[in-house]
């Protein structure tokens, strides 16, 4: 399991463990009930979504051999989102994850960065870390998540190996 450089006090790091830890189980082959995101509010104002990534989203292609797994983790209060991104089976190295902002089966700018000109094995890894973003941009995804989706860029699909819309 790898982390970010930015994930290195103990508090970062033991929350993104337990978040991790309670989120990245793989499934077998993805079913077309595998592709919908969830979400759960928590009493801390939290709000957690679920995704599974697949190259049948992409939209001019992807990576048809490669699945993934994501989990959210919204904190407008901080301005913070945690995230745990899992992949496997991905031709070439994985180079960036983003939050993008458009409906089902339409491409969109890049809301959130999580992680750009990166070199991870495609063939499966983990990768976890929190970034900084604004309340109001946390909030567009919390009021309206089916208009933002998840995509992970390698080095044989720089448009975009897998993705996953959340709903």
Request: aromatic share 10%; glycine share 10%; with cysteine.
């Amino acid at each position: 399991m790898r982390y970010k450089k930015g994930a290195r006090t103990i508090g970062r790091v033991g929350a993104c463990l337990a978040f991790a830890s309670s989120a990245l189980v793989f499934a077998g082959p993805a079913s077309a009930s595998a592709e919908v995101a969830t979400a759960h509010e928590y009493e801390y104002g939290h709000n957690q979504f679920s995704i599974y990534l697949t190259g049948d989203e992409v939209r001019d292609g992807g990576d048809r051999g490669g699945r993934g797994f994501a989990r959210l983790d919204f904190d407008p209060e901080n301005e913070r989102v945690c995230y745990a991104v899992r992949w496997r089976r991905l031709e070439g190295e994985v180079t960036a994850f983003h939050l993008h902002v458009s409906p089902r089966h339409h491409d969109g700018p890049v809301w959130i960065n999580f992680f750009n000109h990166e070199r991870y094995p495609g063939e499966g890894d983990t990768v976890l870390d929190c970034v900084h973003s604004d309340r109001e941009k946390i909030r567009a995804v919390i009021d309206d998540p089916s208009d933002y989706y998840l995509m992970v860029h390698t080095t044989a699909h720089d448009d975009g190996a897998i993705r996953g819309q959340l709903d």
